[in-house]
């Protein structure tokens, strides 16, 4: 048999990061926000992984905390919370698993 | 007077011409292997996250060029001794360097942060004609 060189090749366990947006109407409704713009940055070095516009995938590292900073305010609507239940717009994430995160608004 | 002597003329038949024996056909000729002289392998990405594809270039140069038929040869893709991937190639006529693409998916092991794997390509040492 004929062998060619060796290529070494690094492989490193990631999680997918889901980003996506909703407004509240006025009966308490969701509906989805198209184009709010969260960016994810590294939690310790502050560098950025990706200039998020919901909805977004992004493919992060595992066990990497990242900051999202969801805006305050977006075309006359202003953050509530996140899907979760955090209620802060900046916060910090480990991606120890596969996340799915919804940034809620309602009208201002 | 004295007779002249009869001359008998017998006429024979000439036996009939026997077509001279056709030659028997000489055995179709097997055409030759060719050596297999190096086999490259490039990768697009050498640092990817798990389950991400990663594009494998195989390249296989003959010892010499093809003239009277294609060759076919078969590649193995090896990631740590593992095969990965398999195909074929193929040479026309006239060209002794061929290419092949591979889409490979690497994975890290469950509990594992990181591996880094070695990955190569195998072939046969002769490429075949196709017939």
Redesign the interface.
């Known amino acids: ?14 999680y997918k990061l889901t980003l996506k947006a909703a407004r509240y109407t006025r009966w308490g409704e969701l509906l989805p926000l198209e184009g709010v713009r969260i960016p994810v940055r590294d939690a310790i070095y502050f560098s950025l992984i990706k200039e998020c516009y919901t909805p977004c995938e992004v ?1 992060i ?3 990497v905390p990242v900051r999202l900073i969801a805006p305050k305010k977006h075309l006359g609507y202003v953050f509530v919370e996140w899907s979760d239940g955090e209620r802060s717009n900046d916060r910090v994430i480990t991606m120890n698993r596969n996340i799915e995160l919804e940034a809620r608004y309602a009208p201002g | 007077m004295a007779e002249s002597p009869v001359k008998k003329i017998v006429i024979e038949e000439a036996p009939p011409e026997v077509p001279p024996e056709a030659p028997p056909e000489a055995p179709p000729r097997k055409l030759p292997d060719i050596r297999v002289e190096r086999l490259y392998i490039s990768l697009s990405k050498t640092y990817v996250y798990s389950g991400e594809a990663v594009r494998a270039t195989v390249t296989a140069y003959l010892e010499k060029k093809p003239f009277e038929a294609k060759y076919s040869l078969p590649v193995y893709v090896y990631a740590d001794g593992s095969k990965i991937g398999e195909g074929k190639i193929v040479f026309p006529i006239g060209s002794d360097r061929q290419k092949k693409d591979f889409k490979l998916t690497l994975y890290c092991p469950p509990g594992r942060h990181e591996i880094t794997y070695k990955v190569y390509a195998e072939t046969p040492d002769y490429a075949k004609p196709v017939v």
């Open positions: 048999m004929v062998r060619s060189n060796v290529v070494e090749v690094r492989v490193v366990a990631a493919v590292t595992a066990n």
